[in-house]
């Protein structure tokens, strides 16, 4: 029962995201994020051996 409390009260609270709102995160957040994430996995596995 909490947990979906939770749930309401969050998307009650929170404004909906629109798809132009969603993808613009996407390239400006996400996409870089994950070329650094894949940099970071290449540099440790070179590292390790």
Known sequence: FLLC???ILVRW???RF???QL??????FLLPL???NLVA???VVWALG
Request: charged letters at 15%; hydrophobic letters at 50%; a positive charge.
């Open 34 to 36: 994950s070329i650094l």
């Open 5 to 7: 409390s939770l749930q």
């Open 41 to 43: 996995t290449v540099a």
């Open 23 to 28: 993808l613009g995160f996407a390239w400006r």
């Open 18 to 20: 629109r798809w132009d």
């Open 13 to 15: 609270t929170l404004p």
